[in-house]
């Protein structure tokens, strides 16, 4: 076993191990290709910073490539991703076109790795349409779909859905996110990888220090949100609940901490709402952070006393996982992903509404003893659930599923 595969063993059992080593047995050397937006920023890069090296580890070949664009394209991607989480927002033919014509671009850039490819994985709908352009394709490609997408704007899925349909298959986080699609449909979660440096262990000096370094009050808890500075992340939801706890409680203090992406052209404009609404308020603490600070990012989780995801639509919270694995209780939204993550009064709170997020962060800044309880079951249910030894396995077995046809159930010896 290599060095990386036993430090995975040591924390999820050799037996894991030996289960994803057995499937990539009969995959080995198979050429596999992931196609995102971004190398950085955002869940999918970040997943895609972690998976790829551990497949390779597991013996496949395996590329990682970004599609490029104008600004014309990332402002149409971002109003189709609002779109399929439900926005009210039409695109105009022009904006088709755009995207059309910018993934049949890229499609001519990538063509012969996509073409000699086993297995092309496609994540999300920016790259979706590069399928349109490979009619005699050889290779299983698999749409992986991250956002929640239960209740798309209509007009915008019927016309990602004549691209969609053209895939081998595809792969939700939820049963809710499914969609009537002529091919097979795979639920498989995201994952966090325990051995990152925005999961490790950290020295409490290193805690410590987020302290001073962004001139926090240690005498005061530290209520904590890590996203995007995106309007379903609803920053300004999380600013209406602290100050509601504030209301009761003078001596708190909160960190909104997050970073843009390449292919999110709102960022900018959400950030400036953000400032906006905290201005008047010194225990507010807005921190821009760039895509590599997760050693950062980890100190702040642990350091927290309590962390929310109070999210208006979510495919998949990391970050609720990432504070679950801390032992930190997540008040989160109660909408898509976060509600398999987070399981009230167990592991967290599911909320809809400020003043739900605020009774609910009152609650775990006065009873120590459940909040610490309640961190011990957030660790173990990501262990038993969300760790990204789970999910390549599971993206293994259905490649093997794809490369040995339709199969109902795969026989594993370990």
Same mark, same amino acid.
């Given at each position: 076993?290599?060095?990386?595969? +036993?430090?995975?063993?040591?924390?999820?059992? %050799?037996?894991? #191990?030996?289960?994803?080593?057995?499937?990539?047995?009969?995959?080995?050397g198979?050429?596999?290709?992931? =196609?995102?937006?971004?190398?950085?920023?955002?869940?999918?890069?970040?997943?895609l910073n972690r998976i790829v090296p551990l497949?390779? %580890?597991?013996?496949?070949?395996?590329?990682?490539?970004?599609?490029?664009?104008?600004?014309?394209?990332?402002?149409?991607?971002?109003?189709?991703?609002?779109?399929?989480?439900?926005?009210?927002?039409?695109?105009?033919?022009?904006?088709? &076109? $755009?995207?059309? !014509?910018?993934n049949r671009a890229n499609a001519e850039m990538l063509e012969n790795k996509l073409k000699d490819a086993d297995f092309v994985f496609i994540h999300d709908p920016q790259p979706a349409a590069l #399928?349109?352009?490979?009619?005699?394709?050889?290779a299983k490609w698999i749409w992986r779909c991250h956002i929640d997408v239960s209740i798309p704007q209509p +007009?915008?899925?019927?016309?990602?859905?004549?691209?969609? +349909?053209?895939?081998?298959?595809?792969?939700?986080?939820?049963?809710?996110?499914?969609?009537?699609?002529?091919?097979?449909?795979?639920?498989?979660?995201?994952?966090?990888?325990?051995?990152?440096?925005?999961n490790i262990d950290l020295p409490k000096e290193e805690i410590e220090a987020v302290f001073d370094r962004f001139n926090l009050d240690r005498k005061k808890p530290l209520i904590l949100q890590v996203s995007r500075f995106d309007r379903f992340k609803d920053p300004l939801g999380v600013i209406e609940a602290y100050k509601i706890v504030k209301s009761f409680q003078e001596s708190v203090q909160l960190v909104l901490a997050g970073g843009g992406?390449?292919?999110?052209? %709102?960022?900018?404009? $959400?950030?400036?709402?953000?400032? !906006?609404?905290? &201005?008047?308020?010194?225990?507010?603490?807005?921190? !821009?952070?760039?895509?590599?600070?997760?050693?950062?990012?980890?100190?702040?989780?642990?350091?927290?006393?309590?962390?929310?995801?109070?999210?208006?639509?979510e495919g998949f919270g990391l970050t $609720?996982?990432?504070?679950?694995?801390?032992?930190?209780?997540?008040?989160?939204?109660?909408?898509?992903? #976060?509600?398999?993550? =987070?399981?009230?009064r167990f592991n967290g709170f599911r909320v809809r509404t400020p003043e739900g997020a605020a009774l609910r962060i009152r609650y775990l800044l006065h009873h120590h003893e459940k909040a610490r309880r309640m961190g011990q079951n957030a660790h173990n249910f990501v262990k038993d659930n969300f760790l990204i030894t789970q999910q390549v396995r599971n993206y293994l077995?259905?490649?093997?599923?794809?490369? %040995?046809?339709?199969?109902?159930?795969?026989?594993? $010896?370990v």
């Open positions: 076993m290599s060095d990386l595969l +036993s430090q995975y063993a040591g924390v999820v059992g %050799e037996q894991e #191990i030996r289960h994803m080593r057995a499937l990539a047995k009969g995959l080995h198979a050429r596999v290709v992931h =196609v995102n937006s971004t190398r950085s920023g955002g869940g999918v890069a970040e997943l497949q390779r %580890e597991l013996g496949l070949d395996v590329e990682w490539e970004i599609i490029e664009g104008k600004s014309d394209f990332f402002v149409t991607t971002k109003n189709i991703h609002n779109a399929l989480q439900g926005a009210p927002v039409t695109l105009s033919e022009p904006m088709w &076109k $755009v995207y059309e !014509e910018t #399928i349109n352009h490979f009619p005699q394709r050889s +007009s915008v899925w019927r016309r990602l859905e004549r691209t969609v +349909s053209r895939y081998d298959a595809s792969i939700f986080s939820l049963a809710q996110f499914a969609q009537a699609l002529p091919h097979p449909q795979y639920l498989i979660t995201p994952s966090i990888d325990p051995l990152s440096e925005k992406a390449s292919d999110d052209p %709102e960022g900018g404009v $959400v950030l400036g709402e953000v400032l !906006e609404a905290a &201005k008047d308020d010194p225990d507010i603490h807005i921190l !821009e952070l760039p895509p590599t600070a997760n050693r950062t990012i980890n100190a702040l989780q642990r350091a927290a006393e309590v962390v929310l995801q109070k999210s208006l639509r $609720v996982t990432e504070a679950l694995w801390k032992y930190k209780p997540v008040v989160g939204g109660d909408i898509g992903g #976060i509600r398999l993550q =987070v399981i009230d077995a259905l490649m093997m599923s794809l490369k %040995e046809g339709e199969v109902s159930r795969l026989e594993v $010896v």
